[in-house]
């Protein structure tokens, strides 16, 4: 029974030192977003998505993470995945205006123009003196552009 005992105290000693551990060996929220973008600017998309997995997971109720993991799907042509992800960030920030860019970007993709417009006319309620992501959807709706991250 002594050494039962002894040997159940070791296990649990191992496993809660094990679960220590594993608290270390994990990313923050803020490191996997900047691992994040910084595969997407190597447009290593695979990698991408999974580091944006992981990050939603963590952060449920941020529209950006949701955002570049819709346009990483984009990217990698999971076009009802990326679809179904825009909607998801425009849930949660209906004014979000690099979604409402890049979910005009994947219409376009898709050859939905009428959607494309409609997001374009959104941003420019969002931005009557103009901004950055209104003149992207431009160029990319007038084939002027072809977006890279």
Do not use: H
Not at 40 to 50: H, P, Q, V
Not at 85 to 102: G, M, R, S, T, V
Request: with cysteine; proline share 1%; net charge positive.
């Amino acid at each position: 029974m002594k050494y039962l005992n002894i040997y159940f105290l070791s296990l649990v000693l191992l496993i809660s030192f094990d679960l220590d551990a594993s608290k270390y060996d994990k990313e923050s929220a803020s490191d996997l977003y900047k691992k994040a973008t910084k595969q997407l600017k190597e447009e290593d998309y695979k990698s991408a998505l999974k580091t944006l997995k992981k990050y939603t997971k963590s952060k449920k109720k941020d529209a950006d993470g949701w955002t570049l993991l819709a346009f990483t799907n984009r990217k990698l042509k999971n076009y009802n995945e990326a679809e179904s992800l825009y909607i998801k960030a425009l849930n949660l920030d209906p004014d979000n205006k690099i979604a409402i860019e890049y979910q005009g970007e994947l219409f376009v993709e898709l050859g939905r123009m009428e959607e494309a417009n409609a997001n374009l006319a959104k941003l420019r309620e969002l931005c009557p003196n103009s901004c950055k992501e209104l003149e992207m959807l431009n160029e990319y709706i007038s084939g002027n552009k072809a977006k890279a991250w």
